[in-house]
């Protein structure tokens, strides 16, 4: 059987699930210096894709983001990010068909680990406070591997990778061997994170595209059936 690795957020989870947490530090930051949310959320976010560009490990550490646009703007509180996602969590859910679809790649003999940028500080709340850890046979996060999903090791031992993301979850994977399945639209996605990330993605395609979680166990059987009749 395969080792499948499923992206977090975007793919398990929606990807607007951080936003209340991200909108209330942003909120207390700009209070202090008489700024707006707005204004210290585009720094972070700025700062966050510069550190992505250059596939960092850091692009992911909000806390310290957050931190640094606090001290451009003179601020002295820098709210602890994991005290505002607990607070915040609640509002968390799943993607239709999450469930299911984790359960059904087990039963179907598969080793399933959750695979994400983000960092096991913020990440391990969320996959916990949603049952997802009972679902799967273990996680993968950026600072374990000391690479954003951009480096051989990151993928080691795995098969397949299932995810929202062009760059990480297709073009990266297939570069080390794994098949790639994409959830969404793929011709828009890779318009947008080739140009985000600069990646050219002209000769890229995932191996299968999904548009719902409850077409992935399919899709898994599809795509190891393929790479198996090709020998």
Known sequence: MATVLVDLDGTLIPLDAWEPVFLEVCERIARQVGATAEEVWKRARRRNLELMRAFAVEAFDWQSLFRSVAEELGAREVPDLVE?????IHTFRVNRGAFEALRRLREAGHRVEIATNGLAVYQMVVIKHLGLDGLIDGVRTSDRFGCPKTCPQYFQGADVMVGDNAVFDVYFPQRFGLLTIFYGDWDRAARVYGERLGVDLTSTRPDAEIDSLEE?????ETVLKRRLSKG
């Open 84 to 88: 505002v996602l607990y607070k915040h």
């Open 216 to 220: 992935l166990p399919e899709a898994v």
